[in-house]
């Protein structure tokens, strides 16, 4: 197995022997279940899918109840897929813990970035704003500016930075180093931050 899905409990600091204090990110690893394993013969291509965190059946489906059922599982509130060449050391329903990791290694995370509504250009991508912004100017300071040719072509180009909502989107960030595992209380401590809101479930696969 590759990978784990993970919960961001938020961030803190460590500090090392050395006395340097590093900004890190704490991640509360569940229960992850396979719930179903996908071959090139019936799928097209191989991989887990994995399961955490029990919904109420109530809340589910008869579909998505049955696709559990197969796996002889609860309903889960969260699925992630995670592709692996070889598929047949595995079982469905069976636990995969947080010891597939090892303190120092690097993994990437991935996770949906937190969502930031509907924003001008100068936050959504970095314009420095139009015209002075002292000697009594009423510019609208923070305006794109022009945004394409009046005649000719008499449109705006698609892909035209501007205005619109930004954020929430699938962001991943590479080699992330592994500052310390809680076997027992099953968290991940990683260096630096990762995408995403607190309590937000987290994609987490070791370095390819």
Do not use: W
Request: hydrophobic share 35%.
């Amino acid at each position: 197995m590759n990978g784990l899905i993970g919960k961001n409990i938020g961030m803190t600091r460590i500090f090392l022997v050395s006395g340097e204090h590093v900004p890190c990110t704490i991640i509360q690893v569940g229960s992850c279940y396979i719930v179903q394993i996908k071959t090139v013969e019936n799928d097209g291509y191989s991989s887990i899918q994995l399961g955490v965190d029990d919904l109420k059946i109530k809340k589910t489906n008869k579909s998505l109840f049955n696709h559990f059922k197969k796996a002889g599982l609860s309903p889960k509130k969260k699925l992630l897929e995670f592709k692996i060449n070889k598929i047949s050391n595995f079982l469905l329903g069976s636990l995969i813990k947080i010891d597939l990791f090892k303190e120092g290694e690097l993994v990437n995370v991935k996770g949906v970035s937190k969502g930031k509504g509907f924003q001008g250009v100068v936050k959504r991508h970095n314009f420095s704003g139009v015209g002075e912004k002292t000697h009594g100017q009423h510019n609208r300071l923070r305006a794109p500016g022009s945004i394409g040719a009046g005649s000719d072509p008499s449109r705006v180009f698609k892909g035209k930075k501007m205005a619109g909502r930004m954020g929430k989107k699938n962001v991943t960030i590479k080699n992330l180093k592994i500052l310390k595992i809680d076997i027992n209380y099953n968290i991940i401590i990683l260096k630096g931050s990762v995408p995403g809101n607190k309590n937000s479930y987290l994609m987490i696969q070791k370095k390819e």
